[in-house]
Nanobody
Framework: QVQLVESGGGLVQAGGSLRLSCAASGLTFSSHAVAWFRQAPGKERDLISAMSWNGHNIYYVDSVKGRFTISRDNAKNTVSLEMSSLKPEDTALYFC????????????????????WGQGTQVTVSS
């Protein structure tokens, strides 16, 4: 049974930092592209960042470029999202996602391409 479990969310003041982690089990993690999405109340689930299975290809949405950093550790089956200079508009429920991919090495930018999802961790940024 595949499980993705996020952690690290919380309440932080604007300008602060948080590190989200996602622990994966029940899958060959190194064969999966991964991503972080977020969903604010009343809004759609949006991609923040995606990474290929080998970590060599990375995508960031413009709104987080320079502030967020995605990373993965295939030996530990984890993917992380380091977030800094947080803004109130970053407030959302954050999800990690994974999808098995074959060659070529690629990032997946559509939510529908991801087979596995975590339950989410709440990030709240106060002004």
């Amino acid at each position: 049974q595949v499980q993705l479990v996020e952690s690290g969310g919380g309440l932080v003041q604007a300008g602060g930092s948080l590190r989200l982690s996602c622990a994966a089990s029940g899958l060959t993690f190194s064969s999966h592209a991964v991503a972080w999405f977020r969903q604010a109340p009343g809004k759609e689930r949006d991609l923040i960042s995606a990474m290929s299975w080998n970590g060599h290809n990375i995508y960031y949405v413009d709104s987080v470029k320079g502030r967020f950093t995605i990373s993965r550790d295939n030996a530990k089956n984890t993917v992380s999202l380091e977030m800094s200079s947080l803004k109130p508009e970053d407030t959302a429920l954050y999800f990690c996602a994974a999808a098995m991919v074959g060659p070529p090495v690629q990032v997946l930018v559509n939510a529908g391409e991801y087979s596995y999802w975590g339950q989410g961790t709440q990030v709240t940024v106060s002004s």
